[in-house]
Each structure stands twice: as structure tokens, then as C-alpha cells.
Nanobody, 121 residues
């Protein structure tokens, strides 16, 4: 098995910045995609940013131009740089990866436990 561990969450004022990090407890044989989701109270979990094995990225419309995802799919480590944060960005942010732990495994999705990001003055 593997654990994805997030770090970097916290309390920040509107307009501020935070960088979230996600690290895996072991290597993957292959990773198709990795990224970040978020979930605010009473809302569904939503994709915030995704980076694929080929380097392509996809962002939630409301974070485009403010958030940047980066990472190394060979290591399952990835980061989310967040700037110009708004109160509506407040949520629990979850690290995500889709891949195969070992050669021949089926493709699976893996999640971190989540890290709280609160944007408030």
C-alpha cells in the first residue's frame, strides 16, 4: 500500500499565499495523473488542479491564474502553489494520485487525508 501525505495548509489572510505539498510513502511503478481536490463544508469534493504523466495541467476555472500545480510523476510528489487567496478558497485540500504501485497492478486512485486551508482576516 501507499500513503499520500499533505503538508502546508493553515490560516492565511485574503490575498495571501500558501504552498501545499504531497509526498508518497513509496514509489509508484507508473502514475497517470496526480493533483489536488478540495471540499468545503456542505459541498462536494471538487478537482482543483491536475497534472498528467505527459505534463498537461487542468485547473478549476475559479483558480486559474492564481494556483499552479507542479510535480514529478516519477516520484508522486507534487505541489500546489496558491496565491491571491480568497475566503471562498477555504476548504480541506486532498492530495490525489492515479497509478500503479507495481508493474502489472490495476490502475487505482489514492487519496491523502486532507489538509485544512482557511482564508480569513
Amino acid at each position: 500500500q501507499v500513503q499520500l501525505v499533505e503538508s502546508g495548509g493553515g490560516l492565511v489572510q485574503p490575498g495571501g499565499s500558501l504552498t501545499l505539498s504531497c509526498t508518497a510513502s513509496r514509489t509508484f511503478s507508473s502514475i497517470l495523473a496526480m493533483g489536488w481536490y478540495r471540499q468545503a463544508p456542505g459541498n462536494e469534493r471538487r478537482l482543483v488542479a491536475l497534472i498528467t504523466e505527459g505534463g498537461g495541467t487542468n485547473y478549476l476555472e475559479t483558480v486559474k491564474g492564481r494556483f499552479t500545480i507542479s510535480g514529478d510523476t516519477s516520484k508522486a510528489s507534487h505541489y500546489l502553489q496558491m496565491s491571491s487567496l480568497k475566503p471562498e478558497d477555504t476548504a480541506v485540500y486532498f492530495c490525489y494520485a492515479m497509478g500503479r504501485l507495481d508493474r502489472g497492478d490495476i490502475l487505482k486512485q489514492y487519496w491523502g487525508q486532507g489538509t485544512q486551508v482557511t482564508v480569513s482576516s
